[in-house]
């Protein structure tokens, strides 16, 4: 593989995905498991490994066991692109499992799934073609394999049977990707993803109290003028975890109008927060109101600034 000689990138932007409701037409694609986890970055350069989130936070202290892990890659420099995942006992990724295992400081248990390799050695990648940076991926881990480190395998098989089996193993869905396509950091519909549920960040934008301290969350979502819109509110899938991280944290967030444009008389066991923490939901659909119908409460994400959540929409690429 060639690439272009240059120094190694200090920060490199992630390529984003695009949301679709079906494959594209043509046999160009490549598709892999989408990855029930949070989006991070590694940076190696020499003895020092860095873990970046999709916005950039460095995390590496939060990561100490995946770091050294990743220290012994057979490389002088490289980045790599992955998901961090908890992984159940029968290999599945365990979405609500990630923010107590940060939290907690108890990190060694999750596992870095890579599917990209961005730089190398001197030489950076973005401009080559996606299946030639996997194929180097793949080789180097196989050369070196590493305990907490997995490649994510391309899947050889029709994508619309490939998601009615990633659905019937509960799975999250497909990522596919355009063979040929090079790594620009923007979503160019290169990178594709098809879900099997609907899912969607929030971010909190209040909640009713009840005698236990909490009883649902008041959910917004950006509009495409930057406005915090009223999106629902959710109570279903709250587990004790969860509860007990917000009830630590939302009140000393409290403000005493919404932050929200437009907002819904609710009655006075409301109470509005500044707008900060994201959470993630899955829901039937979406109302004509803009309104998620049945969310169901799935996590709370400390990698994604509330100010960056919109409403994700489906991209027709055929």
Same mark, same amino acid.
């Given at each position: ?26 046999? &160009? ?5 989408? $990855? !029930?986890?949070? #989006?991070f970055l ?6 020092? %490994? =860095? *873990? ?86 793949? &080789? ?5 394999? $590493? !305990?907490?480190? #997995?490649?994510?395998?391309?899947l050889d098989?029709?994508? %619309? =049977? *490939? ?11 497909l990522v ?94 409301? %109470? ?47």
């Amino acid at each position: 593989m060639a690439g272009t000689k240059t120094p190694i990138p200090p920060r490199i932007k992630p390529q984003l995905v695009s949301l679709v409701t079906k494959p594209p037409a043509g046999g &160009a694609w490549r598709y892999e498991i989408k $990855l !029930d986890g949070w #989006r991070f970055l590694a940076r190696i350069d020499g003895p020092v %490994v =860095q *873990l970046f989130t999709k916005n950039g936070h460095d995390w590496t202290r939060k990561l100490p066991r995946l770091a050294r892990n990743l220290a012994r890659l057979a490389v002088h420099s490289a980045w790599l692109d992955g998901e961090i995942v908890f992984q159940h006992e029968d290999g599945r990724p365990v979405f609500h499992a990630l923010r107590p295992a940060f939290d907690s400081g108890q990190t060694d248990p999750l596992v870095y799934v890579a599917f990209d390799l961005l730089y190398l050695n001197g030489y950076d990648l973005r401009s080559e073609p996606v299946e030639l940076r996997r194929h180097a991926l793949c &080789a180097l881990l196989e050369h070196c394999p $590493l !305990d907490q480190v #997995r490649f994510s395998e391309t899947l050889d098989a029709d994508p %619309v =049977q *490939l998601l009615h089996s990633a659905c019937r193993m509960e799975l999250e869905g497909l990522v596919g990707k355009r063979d040929g396509s090079i790594y620009t950091g923007e979503r160019d519909g290169a990178w594709i993803k098809l879900k099997c549920r609907n899912r969607q960040e929030v971010v909190i934008a209040g909640y009713t109290r009840t005698t236990s301290g909490i009883g649902s969350l008041l959910l917004g979502i950006h509009d495409d003028a930057g406005g915090l819109v009223y999106a629902g509110r959710v109570r279903s899938g709250l587990d004790r975890f969860s509860l007990q991280t917000l009830r630590a944290t939302l009140p000393a967030l409290a403000r005493p109008r919404p932050a929200l444009v437009d907002p819904p008389e609710l009655g006075k066991s409301v %109470v509005w927060v500044e707008p900060r923490q994201v959470c993630e939901v899955e829901f039937a659909e979406l109302s004509p109101a803009g309104k998620l119908r049945h969310p169901v409460f799935k996590g709370l994400r400390d990698d994604k600034p509330a100010a960056d959540i919109s409403l994700e929409s489906d991209t027709d690429l055929l």
